[in-house]
């Protein structure tokens, strides 16, 4: 993201909240890279690393953008390594972390219609909210 400069970062910002990071260093820096975003502060990898007072935040986003070029020595004499399209793999991305949270909201609906029939209770809305579910995943094959 940082790489795709302040236009991804927008992009993903639009679709994506930091409290949807996981727990911890990376829900930290979504959201300080947000607000720098907000403050229209530059979002580059080398001003965004300059400002984190933390070591460890630092050597975290030092290895998500060098962990790329980990590469084998010699994988280029294989294969021919394409530049990648930075916008497309924001979007995916993004497309793959909505999928799971709906199969997330998937599992958690049946988890609770399993408990109300238990229960006793009337089931109807859980499959009303399955249907829901089903039909948004197919509205959006990339959900």
């Known amino acids: 993201m940082l790489e795709g400069g302040d236009e991804i970062v927008k992009y993903v910002f ?4 930091p409290e949807e990071f996981a727990e911890g260093t990376s829900r930290a820096l979504a959201t300080y890279l947000l607000e720098r975003e907000t403050e229209g502060l530059p979002t580059d990898p080398a001003s965004f690393m300059n400002e984190l007072a933390n070591e460890s935040e630092r050597r975290f986003v030092a290895e998500l953008l060098f962990s790329k070029y980990n590469l ?7 294969l021919p390594v ?6 497309k793999i924001a979007s995916d991305a993004l497309r793959a972390l909505q999928r799971s949270a709906v199969t997330k909201m998937v599992e958690e609906n049946q988890k609770s219609m399993r408990e109300a ?14 249907q829901e579910l089903i039909n948004a995943m197919k509205e959006n094959p990339g959900t």
Not at 14 to 17: F, I
Not at 72 to 78: A, F
Not at 117 to 130: F, K, M, N, S, W
């Open 117 to 130: 029939r238990g229960r006793g209770e009337d089931i109807v809305p859980y499959l009303q909210r399955h």
């Open 82 to 87: 394409r530049k990648a399209d930075v916008g």
């Open 14 to 17: 639009e679709h994506v909240r």
């Open 72 to 78: 084998s020595k010699r994988w280029d004499e294989h």
